[in-house]
């Protein structure tokens, strides 16, 4: 990861733009097929099922597809730490399945309570069963509440992970917003894998942000699981510049790692007995492949789901394809790029498979870029292949330490462009 980039911005991004509005460039497969039909049952919104609906509709406009998503609006993770630092709105994370159902893809609000794999059926809380042909599930996360003794879901209303777009997002804001000048925002973030690599330390950029403009005299600490993390020493070089008085980063070996919440008198405690007193706590706390797939039996004694790489299709049980952050997909990271990504794929082996053809070869690509500072960015991106059955990357890595403020404010400009193009691929809305 901290090799140079082996291909210029300008030619990543003309290709990524590409790949996210026409689909095509950096993610390979068969062309559109319009002759028979069949059922596909897709789960969840995000940047993974949304994206599968829509491409399968697509490809084959006479498969009968369904979405089953229980949010009318789907708030989204990425840039949402722009909100903590008061560069965005909560409401510009919000995109709507309108686009989706006029392609024809019915969508459906209620939440899949369980799947009977042999009778291909999916059950719904509000009683209804869909029958499927082919099922895709794009879950996303859970967590592994009580993996730190002290927090589970009820903790997390005091010291919200904020880890889901949503209720959770606008409550650590209002903490930050409440926290008194000179206080202590605490972040505990997890051992790998767990959802956006580069996250709570984009976070921690923005919530420092913050701090340095409305609370001056307040400090952040971040007790990590972990040793090293994505885009560490450009992430570090950007908080030397701008946050070198707020921010302080404690890794696994000087007792970083988190044992213990006290939620309700806002402490942590760390391996080695210490304890961290804070007037925001912010606890991202270990993870695992959300519940449907669990449900399903997709998932293996990793809480992940082993997946084929060809196609996305499980490991465990035919029939059932899965995308994004709850797949063992590695080395791609669990990224919105990586679940839109993958999404395109398993379409077109599920449109593949249901017209008796051979899935295509696939390549797959991911970038991500982090706000240190408005008008300072950063970037890793990717390119990946199939390497005897298996993703292996095949070129790629970080932004150069050495770019200038000029090239800082163009990655800026770059990852909103990212997220408008990919949002727009997605949902067919942008921010």
């Known amino acids: 990861m901290n090799e140079p980039i082996k291909f210029s911005r300008r030619q990543w991004l003309a290709n990524v733009g590409k790949a996210t509005v026409a689909g095509a460039a950096l993610v390979t497969f068969p062309g559109v097929v319009r002759a028979s039909g069949g059922s596909v049952v897709v789960i969840g919104g995000g940047f993974g099922g949304a994206t599968a609906a829509k491409y399968i509709k697509r490809r084959n406009p006479a498969i009968d597809v369904t979405l089953v998503e229980p949010a009318k609006t789907y708030y989204t993770c990425p840039f949402t730490n722009l909100y903590f630092g008061g560069l965005r709105t909560f409401e ?64 997390s209303k005091l010291a919200p992970h904020a880890w889901k777009a949503g209720e959770q997002s606008v409550l650590l804001k209002k903490q930050l917003q409440d926290m008194r000048d000179g206080g202590t925002f605490v972040m505990v973030a997890p051992a790998n894998p767990f959802r956006c690599p580069p996250g709570p330390y984009e976070r921690a950029s923005m919530v420092a942000h913050y701090i340095k403009h409305n ?8 007790l990590d699981a972990k040793d090293a993390f994505s885009k560490q020493g450009l992430f570090q070089q950007g908080w030397e510049k701008f946050y070198s008085d707020i921010i302080e980063w404690v890794p696994l070996s000087k007792d970083g790692k988190v044992v213990r919440v006290d939620a309700k008198n806002l402490s942590v405690e760390t391996e080695f007995g210490e304890i961290h007193k804070a007037d925001v706590l912010n606890v991202i706390p270990p993870q695992k492949a959300g519940a449907i797939a669990e449900l399903a039996g997709v998932t293996d004694e990793s ?101 200038d403020a000029e090239f800082r404010k163009l990655e800026a400009q770059y990852g909103e462009a990212w997220y408008n193009a990919i949002a727009l691929d997605t949902w067919g809305t942008r921010a």
């Not at 939440?111 to 809380?125: I, P, Q």
């Not at 950063?378 to 993703?391: E, F, P, Q, T």
Request: hydrophobic fraction near 40%; aromatic fraction near 8%.
């Open 92 to 155: 510009q994370q919000g995109h709507s399945f309108d686009e989706l159902r006029s392609l024809g893809v019915k969508v459906v609000h209620d939440f899949a309570t369980g799947v009977d794999a042999d009778k291909r059926k999916v059950s719904l809380a509000g009683g209804d069963t869909l029958s499927y042909d082919k099922l895709l599930l794009s879950p996303g996360i859970d967590f592994r509440w009580n993996a730190l003794e002290g927090y589970d879901e009820e903790a």
């Open 215 to 222: 609370k001056p005299k307040s400090k952040l600490l971040i």
């Open 303 to 403: 809480g992940w789901v082993p997946v084929k790489h060809q196609t996305f299709e499980s490991e465990r049980v035919p029939g059932i394809y899965v995308v994004g952050d709850a797949t063992l997909a590695a080395p791609m990271p669990k990224s919105g790029f990586s679940a839109n990504a993958q999404a395109k794929v398993a379409a077109a082996a599920i449109v593949s498979a249901l017209t008796g053809k051979e899935p295509a070869q696939p390549t797959f690509a991911n970038t991500c870029y982090s706000l240190i500072a408005p008008d300072y960015g950063i970037s890793v991106a990717h390119l990946y292949a199939l390497k005897d059955g298996k993703i292996a990357e095949a070129s790629g890595g970080v932004s150069p330490k050495d770019g």
